[in-house]
T-cell receptor, first 115, second 109 residues
Framework: IAGITQAPTSQILAAGRRMTLRCTQD?????MYWYRQDLGLGLRLIHY???????GKGEVPDGYSVSRANTDDFPLTLASAVPSQTSVYFC??????????????FGPGTRLTVL | GQNIDQPTEMTATEGAIVQINCTYQ??????LFWYQQHAGEAPTFLSY??LDGLEEKGRFSSFLSRSKGYSYLLLKELQMKDSASYLC??????????WGAGTKLIIKP
């Protein structure tokens, strides 16, 4: 099935715990992104990758890390979760990354609660 | 700083027309996108404008004025399924999308 998958769908996590959110796409897109979406705020970019083997920081990278070992996978890790990281996390991909009209395709999201 | 402004919420009647406005101030401009997001779901692409003018796609149209930093999304013949949030996003000089907070559109019968 073409598209982007994310896992888990939702998670409740104790503060201080380590957590990895998984993201896989099968569209052979070069670029991938991680966003968080909080009520009343727009989507905010956490990290991105324009191609396998490279990553970059977005608007709100602190407390998060990513890796891009291959084209398909782009995991997001919270090294030591804090309550302010409670959010809905969306993974997205796009064919090029640096193109103007490069549409982003989104995964279904992961709802994370940190207590 | 970079800023995207759009109304928080709008209400319209089934069968009518609604216009959702978006104003932006960004470092550079490489196009403006509109996405639709139903409650509890992921955003999905609606339209892209990079040149001034109107782009029409079925019941949805999107307009851009780069000199005014302004866009609108026009939805015609509204249907109940159009109840959703509509997100405006601008691609900046680094080709990163800057997102507005979204406009929640409520359709009444």
């Amino acid at each position: 099935i073409a598209g982007i998958t994310q896992a888990p769908t939702s998670q409740i996590l104790a503060a201080g715990r380590r957590m990895t959110l998984r993201c896989t796409q099968d569209m052979r897109h070069n670029a991938m992104y991680w966003y968080r979406q909080d009520l009343g705020l727009g989507l905010r970019l956490i990290h991105y990758s324009n191609t396998a083997g490279t990553t970059g920081k977005g608007e709100v990278p602190d407390g998060y890390s990513v890796s891009r070992a291959n084209t398909d996978d782009f995991p997001l890790t919270l090294a030591s979760a804090v309550p302010s990281q409670t959010s809905v996390y969306f993974c997205a991909s796009s064919p090029v990354g640096t193109g103007g009209g490069d549409e982003q395709f989104f995964g279904p999201g992961t709802r994370l609660t940190v207590l | 700083g970079q800023n995207i402004d759009q109304p928080t919420e709008m209400t319209a009647t089934e069968g009518a027309i609604v216009q959702i406005n978006c104003t932006y101030q960004t470092s550079g401009f490489n196009g403006l996108f509109w996405y639709q997001q139903h409650a509890g779901e992921a955003p999905t692409f609606l339209s892209y404008n990079v040149l001034d003018g109107l782009e029409e796609k079925g019941r949805f149209s999107s307009f851009l004025s780069r000199s005014k930093g302004y866009s609108y999304l026009l939805l015609k013949e509204l249907q109940m399924k159009d109840s959703a949030s509509y997100l405006c996003a601008v691609k900046d000089s680094n080709y990163q999308l800057i997102w507005g907070a979204g406009t929640k559109l409520i359709i009444k019968p």
